[in-house]
């Protein structure tokens, strides 16, 4: 199966992060919008420049020199400290958003992270997601993120550092000599300042040259980093999206509309796929939750939301679906256009320590048997493969496209 893999890098982290964190205080400036820099202690002649603004670097302040050749360039700069305790704060809210789309999260700094969709689409696109997740972390975190779109971890890096801020960039096979070639070679992910003077003796000036030239020289002249860096440069990588399994707090997902809908028939339908994914989620969690939330997002960008805590806590589909289907009819008004809709499960435990109700009949249990069942055939056939077919109103229906199975 092609892997689905999103870079998401946090603009200017650091200084939007203070500016945020700042705005909340009360102040009543925006640092991302003044000759603003983050910095070390300016007292010392080793404080260095860590984040600048837009108005900083139009005056040519550049990252990692002098807060004193800084103030030489702009001598109205204001410099700020940095505080990691905030940053780590905005850096697990983002974390926390991300797990909405997939649990396969590998945070490779903390201001980045590398996203395996690749089981998560749910017959929505890569690209699609990609700009879902730019636009909510704007909406949602006051920040903003470029977002690469992929096959591998290699090119969404890639991707990500084409033009910023707040873009979303695709780099697919068929893209790699329009969109990275062209590139100085100093671009090339994991290439080191050392070996930029070494490629160019050898005339090797642009990813495009290093992607052409024989790889035996590479390796004759580098050893193994030639290698990777030949296959690097001509788009091959296999490495995996390296994620730590944490225990949710709680499993959502939503979707951003390519139109805006109004018929609550096709509300219910999109809901029942966003609740298919949430419920094999959890069940893949191990964990049951007692809490079922919807929310909607209407054209004017006015959100609204309810929730239900339920009597016993589940990892039924259909029971899941119920719920948020009786709370999507209680919140929706007849006619009002809708552009995203979610839903999410909170107050998880684990199913261990839950115990069994006495009062669970058999159609619960073949209930569960079901989606056991279903969640097995999706691990081997693909996740997009099998699906329920209708709004479980009487029984469940099971679409199975054998044609697809090869």
């Not at 909406?139 to 707040?166: I, Y």
């Not at 440069?233 to 490495?239: F, L, S």
């Given at each position: 199966?092609?892997?689905?893999?999103?870079?998401?890098?946090?603009?200017n982290?650091f200084?939007?992060?203070?500016?945020?964190?700042m705005?909340k205080?009360?102040?009543?400036?925006?640092i991302?919008?003044?000759?603003?820099?983050?910095?070390?202690?300016?007292?010392k002649r080793?404080?260095?420049?860590?984040?600048?603004?837009?108005?900083a670097?139009?005056?040519?302040?550049?990252?990692a020199?002098?807060i004193?050749q800084?103030?030489?360039?702009?001598?109205?700069?204001?410099?700020?400290?940095?505080?990691f305790?905030?940053?780590?704060?905005?850096s697990?809210?983002?974390?926390?958003l991300?797990?909405?789309?997939?649990?396969k999260?590998e945070?490779?700094?903390?201001?980045?992270?590398?996203?395996?969709?690749?089981?998560?689409?749910?017959n929505?696109?890569?690209?699609?997601?990609?700009?879902?997740?730019?636009?909510?972390v704007?909406?949602?975190?006051?920040?903003?993120?470029?977002?690469?779109?992929?096959?591998?971890?290699?090119?969404?890096?890639?991707?990500?550092?084409f033009?910023?801020?707040?873009?979303?960039?695709?780099?697919f096979e068929?893209?790699?000599?329009?969109?990275?070639?062209?590139?100085?070679?100093?671009?090339?992910f994991?290439l080191?300042k050392?070996?930029v003077?070494?490629?160019y003796n050898m005339?090797i000036?642009?990813?495009?040259?290093l992607?052409?030239?024989d790889?035996?020289?590479?390796?004759?002249?580098?050893?193994?980093h030639?290698i990777?860096?030949?296959?690097?440069?001509?788009?091959?990588?296999?490495t995996?999206?390296k994620?730590?399994?944490e225990?949710?707090?709680g499993?959502g997902?939503?979707?951003?509309l390519?139109?805006?809908?109004?018929?609550?028939?096709?509300l219910?339908?999109?809901?029942?796929?966003l609740?298919?994914?949430?419920?094999?989620?959890?069940?893949k969690?191990?964990?049951?939750?007692r809490v079922?939330?919807v929310?909607?997002?209407?054209k004017?960008?006015?959100?609204?939301?309810?929730?239900?805590?339920?009597?016993?806590?589940?990892?039924s589909?259909?029971?899941?679906?119920?719920?948020?289907?009786?709370?999507l009819?209680?919140?929706?008004r007849?006619?009002?256009?809708?552009?995203?809709?979610?839903?999410?499960?909170?107050d998880?435990?684990?199913?261990?320590?839950?115990?069994i109700s006495?009062?669970?009949?058999?159609n619960?249990?073949?209930?569960?048997?079901l989606?056991?069942?279903?969640?097995?055939?999706?691990?081997?056939?693909g996740?997009?493969l099998i699906?329920r077919a209708g709004?479980?109103?009487?029984?469940?229906?099971?679409q199975f496209r054998?044609?697809?199975?090869?």
């Amino acid at each position: 199966m092609e892997r689905q893999i999103l870079h998401v890098d946090v603009n200017n982290a650091f200084l939007s992060w203070t500016a945020l964190d700042m705005l909340k205080q009360g102040s009543k400036i925006d640092i991302r919008e003044i000759p603003a820099v983050i910095g070390g202690d300016e007292s010392k002649r080793s404080g260095i420049v860590l984040a600048k603004s837009m108005k900083a670097k139009e005056c040519g302040v550049r990252t990692a020199e002098t807060i004193y050749q800084a103030r030489i360039k702009c001598p109205g700069l204001k410099v700020f400290p940095s505080n990691f305790k905030v940053y780590r704060q905005y850096s697990n809210q983002l974390y926390q958003l991300l797990l909405e789309y997939t649990d396969k999260i590998e945070r490779f700094s903390i201001d980045e992270c590398f996203l395996d969709m690749t089981q998560y689409l749910m017959n929505d696109t890569l690209l699609h997601k990609g700009k879902e997740i730019n636009q909510r972390v704007k909406t949602e975190l006051g920040f903003t993120v470029n977002v690469g779109v992929a096959h591998n971890k290699l090119l969404a890096k890639m991707a990500s550092d084409f033009t910023k801020p707040d873009k979303v960039h695709t780099l697919f096979e068929n893209e790699i000599s329009d969109k990275m070639w062209t590139l100085p070679i100093s671009e090339l992910f994991m290439l080191g300042k050392r070996t930029v003077p070494k490629l160019y003796n050898m005339q090797i000036r642009t990813i495009g040259d290093l992607a052409k030239t024989d790889k035996r020289i590479l390796q004759n002249k580098f050893g193994k980093h030639g290698i990777m860096m030949w296959e690097y440069a001509n788009g091959i990588d296999d490495t995996e999206v390296k994620y730590v399994k944490e225990k949710p707090k709680g499993i959502g997902n939503s979707i951003t509309l390519p139109e805006d809908i109004s018929d609550i028939k096709k509300l219910e339908e999109i809901l029942l796929a966003l609740t298919e994914q949430v419920a094999y989620r959890l069940r893949k969690e191990k964990m049951m939750a007692r809490v079922v939330n919807v929310q909607l997002r209407n054209k004017d960008f006015v959100d609204a939301s309810h929730q239900r805590k339920l009597i016993q806590a589940t990892t039924s589909t259909k029971e899941i679906y119920r719920n948020a289907k009786e709370l999507l009819e209680q919140m929706y008004r007849k006619g009002t256009p809708i552009r995203l809709i979610g839903v999410r499960v909170d107050d998880l435990t684990d199913e261990k320590e839950m115990q069994i109700s006495l009062f669970q009949d058999s159609n619960e249990e073949k209930q569960e048997k079901l989606d056991k069942t279903i969640d097995k055939l999706k691990e081997k056939y693909g996740y997009n493969l099998i699906t329920r077919a209708g709004n479980m109103e009487v029984e469940d229906l099971i679409q199975f496209r054998k044609d697809d199975v090869k």
